[in-house]
Structure formats: C-alpha cells, structure tokens
C-alpha cells in the first residue's frame, strides 16, 4: 500500500495524534475542504483512481467512515450520500 497512507494524512489534517475510532465517542470531523486537499495530495502522488476531484473526495471519505471521523458535523457515509446527491457540487467547481 502506498504511503502516505489516507489515514495518516487525515489526522494530520484532523490535527489530532490518533483517532478515537469508537463510534459512541468519536469527535473528530473534517472539513470537506480538508478532504479535498487529502485527496489532492494523494492524488498527485498517483494513488487514487477516481476520474475527477469529487470521485478521489470520496476515496478519502471512505476512509473516514472506517475511522469514525465526520465530514461537516455529519457521519462520512451520510456525507457520501450528499455528495452522490449532487448538494455538494458547487464545492467541488
């Protein structure tokens, strides 16, 4: 797997040393601005498959529901709901 790994680069931009990871407690939430540079970086290194900006956004996301961290004070899956939704889009123009 190549590094930077997803996760370590979404604490660092969590600003945090670990992530809570339990569902019942977890606090962590990251921007979507802040998932959009993880997966700029990420792709820049050649990492991410996805086709566009939105597509590698979500790679990241995905990352961040296994890891109980939230995108905009919502849960990271129901932020993929979002994006898929298109009520996001502009953000990503």
Do not use: Y
Request: aromatic share 4%; net charge neutral.
């Amino acid at each position: 797997m190549p590094k930077p790994w997803t996760s370590e680069l979404i604490i660092k931009a969590l600003g945090v040393k670990k992530c809570n990871g339990s569902l019942e407690t977890a606090v962590e939430d990251l921007s979507l601005e802040k998932a959009m540079d993880v997966a700029r970086q990420k792709n820049k290194d050649g990492h991410l498959t996805g086709a566009d900006l939105k597509a590698q956004t979500r790679e990241v996301i995905g990352t961040c529901v296994s890891m109980r961290v939230k995108i905009d004070g919502m849960w990271a899956k129901d932020a993929l709901t979002t994006i898929e939704k298109g009520e996001w889009d502009e953000r990503f123009a």
